[in-house]
């Protein structure tokens, strides 16, 4: 095979099996590294692609031959000790992974994997050791649920105890207890058990304090991870926005919004095919108060704050978690001044004019108490009359990823010069 023919091919299987990765199609991304190690027996990083493939696939010998190869073509490359380390773990042979990170230390002191890595590495020989000395004493103060070291643990009125949070995801599905199926109806703000959870803490002082981090860190959400409502509907910034929470999916991201600091994205879905398919522009929510019913569900009350773009999304526990940049209205140009200013005062007269006309139709009542008062501001004024205006979802998500306001405006004026002229409000 001629040089410049082996390249192209060699980036042809590089590109592909990098796309079957990314889509976890692990066995064709293995069968294409492997062609490629044929023709390139020397190329670390193929043997390290390919490591980490055999890793998701949980065939760790392989893995782990592969990372020693990787190390012996390249041995000061972090990643590689990385892919050892993990393959030793997953084989449970603790000392040797130890050994790797140190070596990786070595090689690289500055490195933040081996930090991190030793870390859960020392966490994981902890907890081995209290299981090798009082492995029956440990098994006591399990979760039947997650298999955990009890976390803030309850007592169910039929005798059982489970951590508080595995409970009440176990009751999203059913009023039952999750053991013997009794029947009960415990709340968010359930009391824990007192005496068990002091017992927890005396006893395995280390261990509770990394369940501890464990079930902060699913709180914890912020520019680069919030929470996803997925919804056919679209609504824009400074509104409020009743909602009932329903699902099991949903529960759950509710009380961990709850305890953290209320805000959560809504995201307008399309239908493609037997598929919902969310949109990727949305707005996030806050939520002002929350009133749960017996049986689990919620009516909560949220007020729009911002929109944002989703760079990327993810399964959490059932419901979508989106990495998001904000995403803010464009500033009104200079020589647009005059133009956004008569644009505003033309779609003030017209939705004066017109409020009257529509205060007996189904439904617009809910809609004004909702929206509020008109705002005077501009570009508050077009979100307002876009959530207020009965318009399609299409057209709703368009206006609400728009970022000129000017535009918007243009928009909504045609719709209520509509509006006027057929005196027609029709949802």
């Known amino acids: 095979m001629e040089l410049l023919e082996k390249e192209r091919f060699m980036q042809e299987v590089r590109d592909k099996a990098t796309r079957f990765y990314a889509e976890k199609n692990y066995e064709k991304a ?22 980490a493939a055999y890793c998701w696939l949980k065939k760790f010998e392989e893995a782990l031959q592969d990372a020693e190869k990787t190390i012996q073509l390249k041995p000061d490359w972090p990643k590689a000790y990385v892919r050892k380390a993990t393959a030793l773990i997953s084989l449970r042979r603790f000392p040797e992974a130890r050994e790797c990170y140190l070596q990786l230390q070595g090689t690289d002191p ?11 590495l020392e966490s994981i020989l902890r907890l081995e050791e209290a299981k090798t000395k009082a492995p029956s004493l440990l098994e006591d103060f399990e979760c039947p649920l997650c298999l955990k070291l009890y976390f803030e643990p309850v007592t169910t009125p039929c005798g059982h105890s489970f951590c508080r949070s595995c409970l009440l995801r176990a009751l999203d599905h059913g009023a039952g207890c999750p053991i013997c199926r009794t029947i009960m109806h415990i709340s968010a703000n359930h009391p824990i058990t007192i005496t068990l959870q002091k017992m927890v803490q005396t006893i395995f002082p280390k261990e509770y ?62 239908k493609e095919g037997n598929h919902w398919v969310p949109h990727g522009v949305g707005c996030t929510l806050r939520i002002i ?80 108490e909702r929206a509020g008062d008109m705002p005077s501001d501009g570009v508050d004024l077009s979100f307002w009359l876009a959530g207020l ?18 535009l918007r405006l243009k928009i909504l004026e045609k719709v209520l010069n509509c509006s006027e002229n057929e005196a027609c409000y029709v949802q």
């Open 389 to 406: 205006l009965p318009l399609s979802s299409k057209v709703k998500q368009d206006l609400l990823e728009m970022k000129s306001t000017v």
């Open 289 to 368: 108060d929350a009133k749960p019913l017996p049986d689990g569900r919620s009516h909560i009350s949220t007020v729009t704050e911002r929109r944002f773009r989703v760079l990327e999304k993810w399964d959490q526990d059932g419901y979508m978690c989106g990495k998001v940049e904000w995403f803010d209205e464009d500033e009104i140009k200079p020589e647009e001044r005059e133009e956004f200013d008569a644009l505003c005062t033309s779609i003030k007269a017209l939705v004066t004019n017109l409020l009257p006309k529509a205060s007996g139709c189904s439904g617009v009542a809910e809609l004004l």
């Open 209 to 270: 304090e990394a369940r501890k981090q464990e079930k902060e860190n699913e709180l914890v959400q912020n520019e680069t991870c919030l929470p996803l409502f997925l919804l056919n509907a679209v609504t824009f910034p400074k509104l409020k926005f009743p909602m009932h929470i329903f699902e099991p999916r949903y529960r759950l991201m509710l009380r961990r919004c709850m305890e953290g600091d209320r805000i959560f994205g809504l995201v307008n879905c399309k």
């Open 110 to 120: 500055t490195s933040i994997e081996t930090k991190k890595g030793l870390t859960e």
């Open 30 to 51: 293995i069968e294409l590294y492997s062609k490629g190690i044929e023709l390139e027996p020397d190329n670390p990083t193929l043997y390290c692609n390919r490591a």
